[in-house]
């Protein structure tokens, strides 16, 4: 199973959107967990979640943790944490963003923001949950073919 969720291969693309996606949910984690760039912080963004948000305190800590990004910088488990996000933004769109549109609200004009960066996580975490880590990641390392070998003869002797 472990073996599954680590396997990838060498793409430099994939790293790219990993690295991309990671550091973008980092930020978001960041404003969630330690209040940095302008967030509440991991007491007032559960308060939010759970009083104003009526969501659940376990669904309300899954999603702050979900955001953190590293698992995605570093490459390690990617697919777990792909899949994180994937389902915090299908949350996201189906709670909140749907009500908006498509379309952010860039003019100020809108009660709210519309869903078209959710659709492009959600396609960059599908992309990631299918094709793994990519090269330069925690992932890889563990699925490399010299690491196999190195295992294959450990069991052998």
């Not at 984690?29 to 007491?43: E, H, I, P, R």
Request: charged share 15%.
């Amino acid at each position: 199973m472990i073996r599954k969720l680590v396997d990838t291969d060498n793409d430099i693309a994939t790293t790219i959107l990993r690295l991309v996606l990671g550091v973008i949910f980092f930020a978001h984690g960041a404003q969630k967990t330690l209040g940095w760039f302008g967030g509440y912080g991991f007491t007032g963004t559960m308060g939010f979640f759970t009083g104003a948000m009526r969501i659940p305190a376990l669904f309300a800590f899954l999603a702050i943790v979900a955001e953190g990004g590293l698992g995605l910088i570093f490459g390690l488990l990617t697919r777990v944490a792909a899949f994180g996000i994937f389902c915090d933004m299908a949350v996201a769109v189906a709670l909140i963003h749907h009500n908006f549109g498509l379309f952010m609200n860039w003019a100020g004009t809108q009660k709210g923001e519309g869903y078209e960066y959710h659709l492009l996580v959600l396609a960059i975490a599908a992309f990631l949950m299918i094709r793994g880590a990519g090269a330069a990641s925690v992932d890889r390392l563990l699925s490399s073919p010299a690491n196999n070998r190195i295992k294959t003869r450990l069991q052998a002797a």
